[in-house]
């Protein structure tokens, strides 16, 4: 502590109270995580009047082992007061403290932070080692502490808007009758002010220079059915039940696409859903995408569009939820849901531009503040001028609006090129900063949220310049794509797959994401459909062929290293688009086997280290004649996993793989098995390597391999359950019937105790593992 703080620690009438201690003391306060923004972390929210409030600091968790801070009012230090830890956030710890009411007028304050022999500060510059110059504000006569938009405070509301060039600005709303007279003051660049009777629920607009009306950019609510005015809402009514909510690493992800609008309704066993769907719908169905597997939900866009029915890539605002899918609170509680199944949701934001339709944006104050004179225009709509400070504040706030208000848990950024990329805008290095800004802001304030950018280029520059933690992965898609659509004419690409599943570029793990079919490659609108579709064009879409070849491409996506991606009613052979078709909730029982087959191949996924997004990948096996590959997934000193895929038509009945191990390896997965109503060929229970060289490796096995199928071998598999020879999930006489099926046909996988013969052994064996029964 310096000389300074000493004098006023010995003088101040208010002192350090006991210290919390931390499990985790180890004497370093973690810079990097810490975060306090005025705006968004006093309680309440916009302090009035001199009355007493509350300062919350977000820091890592256990991080600390005492926190307090220090205090100013109208420029003299009056003392200190300790902060205690009051709860968490994510990963996140909560340190709060209450400054006492003031006569004063301005308030000031710093964070003195302590872990064991270590003791840094924190002020609107960031952190330090010594007290910082600049300190922490709260202006009761400006109220410039107020975060922008409309906030709800005792007697009325606080407004604060961004117009640089006017000279005066009212609040216009059904709290005054719509009338004049409630006129907000010009500070710096904003108009803010206290207006008397305004209450949540309640609607408004901003009325600039006596002459022009605009709503809100950052009300959370709009009504488009009554001229887009705004809404004032309450940011602190909901009630989280799941506070402690943390996302699965990124290494553990697997990620469902899911559009709100059209989940939930059709043929729905939950019940009814209106047309479109709604946050509650998604939110009352969120276990049936925890049965499923999936720890990670990426939301189409549902920032307010027009009219009621869209994919969402039409916004007019970055903070305003589309109201035909609920309120701001059912949106909450549909988040709060899904964290209760153990599900992150992240959200596909539009930030390079801003629908042609209803842009209330465009000459938003009467002057064009929020374009350029001629605007950067993209294909789709306009770009907003990101080189204006104010324009750049506008996205970077919403971080905290999407990430702090709303808990999600991450960004799908679209079209990042259409911001970053000379090619495509003049205010590339804007854009790139604006990128940056957000990439930095999330890292430190929200931990564990994670940002994916839709980017085509296949380059560690995406996390190294622009600094996101993903991207999505051209070479993995379009080859993958190509390989499952060119084995209909029997000429699949199996060299360009190998080279795309094998890992080895510039980006792999969870630097890509991974997808076979995602929203752009099955709209109707953008001329496309679904897999199923394209591969049987005869309703109902599901044939052999079809079912053989989505499954098989959405395994090795699964399987392979990176982030794996599917899209809503992928896992049930779903063949309607998804923009404006709901999901038939009856193909849940139609393809129970191709349900089950998703649970299990992605329960293996998430369970299994070494098929993590970072665990080791190589292509050992390319054979371009009988279009068969083969990949190992593994961890050093750790599991070892061998994916074979037969993209032909043809079941091969004795096809010999190297495998990179000897010893005991099992089938634990088949894309063709009968209980995923498949053809039920393949491989199946234990078998043992043989001392025959193939490929890179002394020892191989003799497989069969059905038609369009993905085979999962593990080396001894420990916790797989042996006897269930038909991998149902079931014990019964099947499980027997099979198992002497392939005795009798001398199957190596009938080789049940590994022995390299067949004889009563291997029945006694596999008979009293039957009889044990499975964990």
């Given at each position: 502590?310096?000389?300074?703080?000493?004098?006023?620690?010995?003088?101040?009438?208010?002192?350090?109270c006991?210290?919390?201690?931390?499990?985790?003391?180890?004497n370093?306060?973690?810079w990097?995580?810490?975060?306090?923004?005025?705006q968004h972390?006093?309680?309440?929210l916009?302090?009035?009047?001199?009355e007493?409030?509350e300062?919350?600091?977000?820091?890592?968790?256990?991080?600390?082992?005492?926190?307090?801070v220090?205090?100013?009012?109208?420029?003299?230090?009056?003392?200190?007061?300790?902060?205690?830890n009051?709860g968490v956030r994510?990963p996140?710890?909560i340190?709060?403290?209450t400054?006492?009411?003031t006569?004063?007028?301005?308030?000031?304050y710093v964070?003195e932070?302590?872990?064991g022999?270590?003791?840094?500060y924190?002020?609107p510059?960031?952190p330090?080692d010594t007290?910082?110059?600049?300190?922490?504000?709260?202006n009761?006569?400006?109220?410039?502490?107020?975060?922008?938009g409309?906030?709800p405070?005792?007697?009325?509301?606080?407004f604060r808007?961004?117009?640089p060039?006017?000279?005066?600005?009212?609040v216009?709303g059904?709290?005054n009758?719509?009338g004049v007279?409630?006129?907000l003051?010009?500070v710096g660049e904003d108009f803010i002010g206290f207006?008397?009777?305004?209450?949540?629920?309640?609607?408004?607009?901003?009325?600039?220079?006596?002459?022009?009306?605009n709503?809100?950019?950052?009300a959370a609510?709009?009504?488009?059915?009554?001229?887009?005015?705004?809404?004032i809402?309450?940011?602190l009514?909901y009630?989280?039940?799941?506070d402690d909510?943390?996302?699965a690493?990124?290494?553990e992800?697997?990620?469902?696409?899911?559009?709100?609008?059209?989940?939930s309704?059709?043929?729905?066993?939950?019940?009814?859903?209106?047309?479109?769907?709604?946050?509650?719908?998604?939110?009352?169905?969120?276990?049936?995408?925890?049965e499923?597997?999936?720890?990670?939900v990426?939301?189409?866009?549902?920032?307010e569009?027009p009219?009621?029915?869209?994919?969402?890539?039409?916004p007019i605002?970055?903070?305003?939820?589309?109201d035909?899918?609920g309120t701001?609170?059912d949106?909450k509680?549909?988040?709060?849901q899904?964290?209760?199944?153990?599900?992150?949701?992240?959200?596909?934001v539009?930030?390079?531009?801003?629908?042609?339709?209803?842009n209330?944006?465009w000459?938003?104050?009467?002057?064009?503040?929020?374009?350029?004179a001629?605007?950067?225009d993209?294909?789709?709509?306009?770009?907003?001028?990101f080189?204006k400070?104010?324009?750049?504040?506008?996205y970077l706030?919403s971080?905290f609006h999407v990430?702090?208000?709303?808990?999600?848990?991450?960004?799908r950024?679209d079209?990042?090129?259409a911001?970053?990329?000379?090619?495509?805008?003049?205010?590339?290095?804007?854009?790139?900063n604006?990128?940056?800004a957000?990439?930095?802001?999330i890292?430190?304030?929200?931990?564990?949220?994670k940002?994916i950018a839709?980017?085509?280029?296949?380059s560690d520059?995406?996390?190294?310049?622009?600094e996101?933690?993903?991207?999505y992965?051209?070479?993995?898609?379009n080859s993958?794509?190509?390989?499952?659509?060119?084995?209909?004419?029997?000429?699949?690409?199996?060299?360009?797959?190998?080279?795309?599943l094998?890992g080895?570029?510039?980006?792999?793990?969870t630097?890509?994401f991974?997808?076979?079919?995602?929203?752009?490659?099955?709209?109707?609108?953008?001329?496309?459909?679904?897999?199923?579709?394209?591969?049987?064009?005869?309703?109902?879409h599901?044939?052999?062929?079809a079912?053989?070849r989505?499954?098989?491409?959405?395994?090795?996506?699964?399987?392979?290293k990176?982030?794996p991606?599917?899209?809503?009613?992928?896992?049930?052979l779903e063949?309607?688009?998804?923009?404006?078709s709901?999901?038939?909730?009856?193909?849940?029982t139609?393809?129970?086997?191709?349900f089950?087959?998703y649970?299990d191949?992605?329960?293996?996924?998430t369970?299994?280290?070494?098929?993590h997004a970072?665990?080791?990948?190589?292509?050992?096996h390319s054979n371009?004649?009988?279009?068969v590959?083969?990949?190992?997934?593994w961890e050093n000193e750790g599991?070892?996993?061998?994916?074979?895929?037969?993209?032909?038509?043809?079941?091969y009945?004795?096809?010999?793989i190297?495998?990179?191990?000897?010893?005991?390896?099992?089938?634990?997965?088949?894309?063709?098995d009968?209980?995923?109503d498949g053809?039920?060929?393949?491989t199946q229970?234990?078998?043992?390597?043989?001392?025959?060289a193939?490929?890179?490796?002394?020892q191989?096995a003799?497989l069969?391999?059905?038609?369009m199928?993905?085979?999962?071998?593990?080396h001894?598999?420990?916790?797989?359950?042996?006897?269930?020879?038909?991998s149902?999930?079931?014990?019964?006489?099947l499980?027997?019937?099979?198992?002497?099926?392939?005795?009798g046909?001398m199957?190596?996988s009938?080789?049940?105790?590994?022995?390299?013969?067949f004889?009563?052994?291997?029945?006694?064996a596999?008979?009293a593992?039957f009889?044990?029964?499975?964990p």
């Amino acid at each position: 502590m310096n000389g300074q703080l000493l004098m006023h620690a010995a003088a101040a009438s208010v002192l350090v109270c006991s210290t919390t201690q931390s499990m985790a003391q180890d004497n370093d306060v973690k810079w990097d995580l810490l975060s306090h923004e005025t705006q968004h972390d006093l309680r309440p929210l916009v302090p009035m009047n001199g009355e007493s409030f509350e300062v919350q600091l977000l820091t890592d968790r256990d991080d600390l082992t005492s926190a307090r801070v220090g205090y100013w009012v109208d420029g003299s230090f009056v003392g200190w007061v300790d902060a205690t830890n009051s709860g968490v956030r994510g990963p996140k710890d909560i340190w709060s403290a209450t400054i006492p009411s003031t006569a004063g007028m301005i308030v000031e304050y710093v964070y003195e932070l302590t872990d064991g022999s270590d003791t840094d500060y924190i002020g609107p510059d960031g952190p330090s080692d010594t007290e910082p110059a600049n300190r922490y504000l709260v202006n009761f006569d400006t109220l410039e502490h107020a975060r922008m938009g409309s906030t709800p405070v005792e007697g009325g509301a606080v407004f604060r808007v961004w117009a640089p060039t006017r000279s005066n600005v009212q609040v216009r709303g059904e709290f005054n009758g719509w009338g004049v007279g409630d006129a907000l003051t010009k500070v710096g660049e904003d108009f803010i002010g206290f207006i008397d009777g305004a209450s949540a629920g309640q609607m408004y607009k901003y009325f600039f220079n006596n002459s022009h009306w605009n709503t809100d950019p950052h009300a959370a609510a709009l009504n488009p059915g009554d001229n887009l005015n705004a809404i004032i809402t309450d940011p602190l009514a909901y009630q989280w039940q799941h506070d402690d909510f943390v996302a699965a690493p990124m290494d553990e992800w697997v990620v469902y696409q899911l559009h709100v609008g059209t989940f939930s309704g059709r043929n729905d066993p939950a019940g009814p859903a209106g047309n479109p769907s709604s946050y509650r719908d998604v939110g009352d169905r969120a276990s049936h995408l925890s049965e499923l597997g999936v720890n990670v939900v990426m939301l189409n866009p549902i920032n307010e569009f027009p009219g009621s029915q869209s994919g969402g890539y039409n916004p007019i605002s970055v903070f305003a939820w589309e109201d035909a899918l609920g309120t701001p609170d059912d949106l909450k509680y549909m988040i709060d849901q899904l964290h209760g199944e153990g599900i992150a949701v992240i959200l596909d934001v539009v930030w390079n531009h801003l629908s042609p339709t209803d842009n209330f944006l465009w000459n938003f104050d009467g002057s064009q503040q929020y374009f350029d004179a001629n605007a950067q225009d993209t294909p789709w709509g306009a770009q907003a001028d990101f080189d204006k400070q104010g324009v750049f504040d506008y996205y970077l706030d919403s971080v905290f609006h999407v990430m702090g208000e709303f808990r999600m848990d991450g960004y799908r950024q679209d079209a990042v090129m259409a911001m970053t990329d000379s090619g495509w805008t003049a205010q590339w290095n804007s854009g790139q900063n604006l990128m940056r800004a957000m990439n930095r802001l999330i890292d430190r304030r929200y931990s564990d949220a994670k940002t994916i950018a839709e980017i085509y280029i296949d380059s560690d520059w995406v996390q190294t310049g622009i600094e996101f933690d993903s991207q999505y992965h051209n070479s993995f898609k379009n080859s993958i794509r190509d390989t499952i659509f060119g084995a209909s004419s029997g000429n699949p690409n199996i060299a360009g797959t190998a080279a795309a599943l094998d890992g080895t570029g510039s980006v792999s793990g969870t630097e890509v994401f991974n997808y076979f079919e995602l929203h752009d490659d099955a709209w109707p609108l953008n001329g496309h459909e679904r897999a199923v579709r394209v591969i049987d064009t005869s309703f109902p879409h599901d044939d052999d062929f079809a079912r053989g070849r989505t499954t098989m491409a959405q395994a090795l996506t699964i399987l392979s290293k990176g982030i794996p991606g599917i899209l809503q009613g992928t896992e049930w052979l779903e063949n309607d688009g998804w923009e404006s078709s709901k999901i038939d909730w009856a193909h849940k029982t139609v393809y129970s086997g191709i349900f089950q087959m998703y649970q299990d191949l992605i329960a293996l996924r998430t369970t299994e280290s070494a098929l993590h997004a970072n665990a080791n990948a190589w292509v050992y096996h390319s054979n371009n004649s009988a279009d068969v590959l083969a990949m190992q997934r593994w961890e050093n000193e750790g599991d070892s996993f061998v994916v074979v895929a037969n993209f032909s038509n043809n079941d091969y009945a004795d096809y010999r793989i190297g495998l990179p191990r000897e010893g005991q390896w099992g089938v634990v997965h088949n894309t063709q098995d009968i209980a995923y109503d498949g053809s039920g060929i393949g491989t199946q229970g234990m078998f043992s390597s043989e001392v025959i060289a193939n490929g890179p490796f002394a020892q191989s096995a003799s497989l069969e391999l059905p038609a369009m199928s993905v085979l999962v071998l593990q080396h001894e598999p420990s916790s797989s359950c042996f006897p269930d020879y038909t991998s149902d999930g079931m014990l019964n006489f099947l499980d027997v019937s099979a198992f002497l099926q392939a005795f009798g046909q001398m199957d190596p996988s009938a080789d049940y105790n590994a022995d390299m013969s067949f004889n009563f052994l291997d029945v006694s064996a596999f008979l009293a593992d039957f009889a044990a029964g499975c964990p």
